[in-house]
């Protein structure tokens, strides 16, 4: 049976030039591999079940830097057979509507719950006393206030355009402020209005017992 090569092609954003991928390709075919495409990797990983997740780990993948598809297969248990970095150069952040969302690197993690104080949208949550990104979907699209807050550089998102937040290991990133105020004002306005979308009151008051 041929050696399977998983090759992402980041369709929604702009970092992985055509040129590279048809080297790639010409290369894995010379060698007898079974080449297969995928629109977006983090989709895939994220949304896709069990079997198509184990099916992919089988084989070589490659897509973005090796630390931030080795930090989300980890998650799922698994462990590709080999990691190919296509992305050369940065490019653009993309329009804001593919798949988007933090991967917590398990080497470097320090479980200090940092992420989950400060994140005002409810992406991650303790489970026994370790961070987890449970609510992955809730994330704000190219927001990555969580992982700049980060003490241990442990939070990784894949699509970011520079390193060492999308997982490269060059310092490309330089120190941002981030305008808490802001971020927490917009996640309080979503809320509202989900509220009333659903015509829940945003505060919930008990009722005391009269016989107390």
């Known amino acids: 049976m041929a050696e399977k090569l998983t ?6 954003r702009k970092f992985i030039p055509q040129n590279r991928i048809d080297e790639v390709v010409n290369e ?14 983090c989709a895939l990983i994220e949304d896709g079940d069990d079997e198509s997740i184990t099916q992919l ?8 830097h090796e630390r931030a598809v080795k930090s989300m297969l980890a998650w799922h ?6 990691l190919v970095n296509l992305r050369e150069k940065e490019g653009e952040s993309g329009p804001g509507d593919d798949a988007w969302f933090p991967v917590i690197d398990k080497d470097r993690c320090t479980e200090c719950g940092m992420c989950f104080d400060f994140c005002p949208f409810g992406v991650y949550e303790m489970v026994d006393g370790r961070v987890r990104v449970v609510h992955p979907h809730r994330c704000k699209n190219n927001c990555p206030s969580c992982a700049r807050n980060c003490p241990s550089e442990a ?3 894949p699509k970011y355009p520079q390193s060492p937040i999308n997982g490269g290991t060059t310092k490309e990133e330089q120190a941002v402020r981030v305008d808490h105020s802001q971020l927490y004002a917009e996640a309080f306005r979503a809320k509202l209005k989900q509220r009333r979308n659903v015509g829940a009151p945003l505060l919930k008051v008990e009722k005391k017992d009269e016989n107390q």
């Open 7 to 12: 090759i992402c092609l980041c369709r929604w």
């Open 28 to 41: 894995a075919k010379s060698k007898g591999y079974e080449v297969h495409f995928v629109d977006d990797l």
């Open 57 to 64: 780990s089988e084989g070589t993948i490659a897509a973005c």
């Open 77 to 82: 248990g698994r462990e590709a057979k080999g």
């Open 155 to 157: 939070i990784i998102f």
